[in-house]
């Protein structure tokens, strides 16, 4: 299970961040292992989505405070509880022990050197590893030192990346990569080396817009690489110029969005679409002791949070190129579209998530107002799963694509041009010049990718 002591995330309710707080380091004193205990078995055991599969969370599993007190004094660390407290179908929930660092990362603020990679295993290899590089954010170490997408590197600080050491090769601030080539085959290392420092960085997510010409009819491309909320004016500017070039249809990139916030993926659909303003997008199912209470239904809009009229396309099918790496929110446009309009999935299988999690603190409340000052821990626990206006849910294996195309690490191509694979396979499906259903198709196995270490790694908040 996932414990982050400095890192980010992407899950929030926006009632769980209200308040103020005094961040200074002066801590008046320490919570014990067992007060911090207590907190976290109090939030799962109020809000954990998997409730019913865990009995120590049963509302009568203690006859007493002592037997309360002993379960508690029976894990070493809050790490130890948290993981005990989890269901076998939970792969997302997690646990860090610093909020503050946590908060900036809601805002898309994370220590990055630049360098957006994805790491896969070697052809024919279970132990080696090597990183490719899927596109670099501007002003950042990485583009100043001309790395550039589709470079390829098997080597960091000299030590050969596998799938043993590669989290701890990709976390410290500063490294060295050493580049490689790669040819569909084999890995050969050359004698070039880049230096690459990580530095705290705000990331704009709506990373490209632009308009094709598509046998003489204007097509809209967007790379959206994640659903953070503060950018959804910045996303809304993107439709009212892709609506400026009155585009007929839309290819929407998702393949490296990991996630983010339930209001921007609604948002986003909304702009996409317009027609459907008011009607239901999808609804929440909570634990049983909450869905009552906090079950609820989400429906397209026609404005941002922070007034503004959304510029919505009116559009009646939309393309979305994914990858394993489109994860929870990414899936939920999919999945909150379908219903209405025809959505065609170009590239390879979604990551499968479509559970949302919120921040809780340790307070009364579980709020931020009046958190625990000796302690600075806080959880992330999956609260909800979404469903969409016809009941579906429970996409554990993902969203298989309609056309079926992998990325090619030996050529990526250029995000944006025509010419690159996914992208082409899209246009040729709108074109009618091709209407294959499966195009390149090996794969090599996914294992991660510089996002990974940060809490919000293939989460969905409310």
Known sequence: MKYLKSFTILFLCSSFLSGCFNDNDDVLRISSTTEINSFIWRGMNNFYLYKADVPDLANNRFSSDQAFTTFLDGFNSPEAIFDALQSGVDEFSFLVSDYIALEQSFDGITRNNGMEFGLVGYPNDDTNVFGYVRYVLPNTD???????????????????????????????????????????????????????????????????????????????????????????????????????????????????????????????????????????????????????????????????????????????????????????????????????INVIQVGSTSRGKFQASITIYDSPNFRRLGANIGHRYAMQPLVLRSINSVGFTDYFSGFTPEIEIAEDFSNLGILGDPNEPLLKAAIDNISGTRNAKAYFTEQLESLGNSNMLNPDYELMYK
């Open 142 to 340: 990485a583009e100043d030192k001309g790395v550039k997408r589709g470079d390829v590197f098997n080597t960091i600080d000299g030590t050969q990346i596998t799938r043993q050491n590669f989290r701890q090769l990709i976390a410290p601030d500063n490294y060295t990569i050493g580049l490689a080539t790669f040819d569909g085959t084999t890995v050969t290392p050359t004698t070039n080396t880049i230096s690459l420092t990580k530095v705290q960085y705000t990331e704009n997510p709506v990373f490209i817009t632009k308009t094709i010409d598509v046998g003489g009819n204007p097509v809209g491309y967007l790379m959206y690489n994640g659903f953070t909320a503060d950018f959804d004016s910045q996303l809304n500017a993107a439709f009212t110029q892709l609506k400026a070039d009155n585009v007929t249809d839309l290819i929407l990139d998702l393949r490296y969005n990991g996630g983010g916030s339930v209001t921007s993926a609604i948002d986003l659909s909304s702009m996409i679409t317009g027609q459907f303003n008011g009607q239901v997008f999808s609804t929440e199912e909570w634990n049983a002791d909450l869905n009552g209470e906090r079950g609820s239904t989400n429906l397209f809009d026609n404005r941002i949070r922070n007034g503004e009229d959304i510029s919505s396309l009116g559009l009646s099918r939309v393309y979305i190129l994914t990858t394993r790496g489109s994860a929870s929110a990414s899936e939920l446009v999919i999945n909150g579209l379908d219903p209405y």
